[in-house]
């Protein structure tokens, strides 16, 4: 482990959907073996992905784009990033992104050490797992111990204090049916699982010792709304 009096900055960019940051967050323990658990790891997300980490006390500050695309004098948030990153230079900046979305920010940030695109690209192994993928980045400038940690991981809320909010019983499951299937009109999506599959799942589950969660976003409650009445033992939290 880096042995450092003062405390490494570093800021991650990984602006992507959910899946993406998950797997991405496999940088989390990495960090933290080889900087020390005091380590400031700042995060560039997608805006409202972001707030995974709103509760993981890894993350000190998020940084979240609504739109990620437009170059840096026509995007605030990107502005600050690069604004904030003068007033306190980071130890590494490490870019997560395979495409050039974020090359701007990365250049105009001020850091000691930049990983990642625009300087290095890191071409994807066909047929490899997205958390592989991200391994050849991460071993780049990181030792094959700390890879050890290289695992996604969120942190959050009390276990007990969510499950007394929302009056859960001590063994659930979380189900999220809506993904995939929202903004897809037009066209096949093969990742979507049929409704008619949910439908039997819920009922298969309901007669199980374990209380059925649904997830979901304000969004999501319009392709919900078909499995009304739940079964018994299946709670909706959506929204």
Not at 128 to 142: D, G, R, Y
Not at 144 to 155: C, G, N, T, V
Not at 194 to 217: A, K
Request: aromatic share 10%.
């Amino acid at each position: 482990m880096k042995s450092k009096s003062d405390r490494d900055r570093i800021l991650v960019i990984r602006a992507g959907q959910l899946g993406d940051t998950v797997c991405a967050s496999s940088i989390i323990e990495p960090l933290r073996h080889h900087f020390g658990h005091k380590v400031q790891i700042d995060w560039v997300a997608k805006a409202g992905i972001g707030q995974i980490f709103a509760e993981d006390p890894r993350i000190t500050q998020i940084f979240e784009l609504r739109n990620r695309r437009p170059p840096i004098p026509f995007n605030p948030p990107k502005a600050k990033i690069v604004l904030d990153s003068w007033r306190l230079p980071y130890d590494y900046i490490v870019n997560l992104e395979l495409g050039g979305i974020f090359n701007d920010v990365v250049r105009m940030a001020r850091a000691d050490n930049k990983i990642g695109m625009p300087y290095r690209y890191f071409a994807e192994p066909p047929e490899a797992h997205a958390v592989e993928n991200l391994k050849l980045i991460f071993e780049s400038f990181l030792d094959p111990d700390d890879m050890e940690f290289a695992i996604p991981s969120l942190q959050g809320s009390d276990p007990l204090k969510v499950r007394e909010k929302f009056n859960l019983s001590s063994n659930y499951f979380v189900l999220v049916p809506a993904n995939s299937h929202l903004g897809k009109s037009g066209r096949v999506n093969y990742r979507a699982w049929p409704e008619m599959h949910w439908r039997e799942f819920l009922n298969m589950m309901s007669v199980s010792d374990l209380q059925g969660v649904i997830i979901g976003g304000e969004g999501d409650k319009i392709f919900l709304k078909q499995f009304d009445p739940l079964p018994r033992g299946i709670v909706s939290l959506a929204g």
